[in-house]
């Protein structure tokens, strides 16, 4: 099951030059939290704050808390906390020399060398929940590069879930997908969120609207304004999250 993850004062700066200020947010145990907002507003840099792939960008620094339950993302392993919350990005990025197995199998070998017998059950298992065993069962040992885009995302997915974390982190990651596959993604996050936590950055206030439980928006690196989808789409607090759902800016 998915645990809840709370992003407290949470400052983030690339060198001089500050991106996110003081960000504080709550994203609630099997819900979908959308972060919209116009580019540079903050979106990926804080999601990738959250399990602590901004530190490995050379002068990026951060500063407050990140807690995964009541436990300090920070006060972890590096390693242990990207495999509790697991990141999927715009552009599927699965091993192009690796079979479809092995894309999904590697964090697991890496993790503690499961036998044979055992990767291929946790495979099956994390392709099924993917929703793609069934178009690549006959098909395993196949180059994940023969698979389609939208595919490749969910064989991403596939391989985040292996490790079975409990959060999901989506940066975007529909933005390159067509319709069709996008549908498809969007119906598996849909599905997910009764397992994990998901918190999905999207320029898509369409898909905002389809699959998220809450919204955050984010302008300029500070979050404005929260709530349920519905609230901030339809009755926002903020006059700036009006102009930007309508459309009259970003």
């Known amino acids: 099951m998915g645990k809840a993850l709370s992003a407290i004062e949470l400052s983030a700066s690339f060198g001089n030059h500050q991106v996110l200020h003081c960000v504080s947010l709550h994203m609630q145990p099997n819900y979908v939290t959308a972060i919209i907002g116009p580019p540079g507003s903050g979106k990926s840099t804080f999601i990738r704050c959250l399990n602590r792939l901004h530190e490995t960008v050379p002068r990026a620094t951060m500063t407050g808390r990140v807690m995964l339950g009541d436990q300090d993302v ?32 590697i964090g697991l070998r890496l993790r503690d060398g499961k036998r044979q017998i055992h990767l291929s059950d946790e495979v099956e298992r994390s392709l099924t929940i993917a929703n793609l065993w069934s178009e690549v ?32 982190l989506l940066d975007e990651p529909a933005s390159v997908l067509d319709p069709f596959s996008t549908l498809r993604v969007e119906e598996l996050i849909d599905q997910l969120k009764e397992r994990y936590t998901i918190v999905i950055v999207t320029h898509n ?46």
Do not use: H, W
Request: charged fraction near 20%; glycine fraction near 6%; aromatic fraction near 8%.
């Open 74 to 105: 920070y006060q972890m392993d590096a390693i242990s906390a990207r495999q509790k919350i697991g990141m999927v990005f715009a552009q599927p990025n699965p091993f192009p020399t690796m079979s479809i197995f092995d894309n999904v199998a």
């Open 137 to 168: 069962k006959d098909r395993l040992q196949e180059s994940s590069g023969k698979l389609t885009v939208g595919q490749q995302q969910r064989l991403c997915m596939a391989r985040a879930l292996a490790l079975q974390p409990a959060v999901l």
């Open 205 to 250: 206030l369409q898909q905002a609207a389809r699959v998220a439980d809450r919204t955050a928006f984010f302008l300029a690196g500070e979050m404005i304004e929260q709530g349920t989808t519905t609230d901030l789409f339809t009755t926002p607090c903020d006059k700036r999250t009006e102009d930007y759902v309508t459309g009259r800016f970003g």
